[in-house]
């Protein structure tokens, strides 16, 4: 079983920056991928950023703004993100692949609000 446990959302006013960390426990896999999805009220859940050995994405709407970063050895992942705008506001879902059996397994963190209010 593996857990994947988020921290650091919050209120923040526009303009500013916060940091999401999310950590991997319990029978950890060698993940593929990392990254973060977000979900706002009344939206489907959306790519915010992912990171592989050989590469990193970003949504559009969050390129140069965000940085998604990955630690192989604590099994850990973290999004910085500068320059908030209200858009970003969502409930933000940590997200790690492992590949089994030829199959990609998909593991989700329990989500973080992060609320950009003025």
């Known amino acids: 079983q593996v857990q994947l446990v988020e921290s650091g959302g919050g209120l923040v006013q526009p303009g500013v920056s916060l940091k999401l960390s999310c950590a991997a426990s319990?029978?950890?896999?060698?993940?593929?991928?990392m990254g973060w999805y977000r979900q706002a009220p009344g939206k489907q859940r959306e790519l915010v950023a992912i990171?592989?050995?050989?590469?990193?994405n970003y949504a559009g709407s969050v390129k140069g703004r965000f940085t998604v970063s990955r630690d192989n050895a604590k099994n850990a992942v973290t999004l910085q993100m500068n320059s908030l705008k209200p858009e970003d506001t969502a409930v933000y879902y940590c997200n790690a692949k492992a590949v089994v059996a030829g199959e990609t397994w998909d593991y989700w963190g329990q989500g973080t609000q992060v609320t950009v209010s003025s």
């Open positions: 319990g029978s950890i896999l060698a993940f593929v991928a």
């Open positions: 990171i592989t050995s050989h590469s990193t």
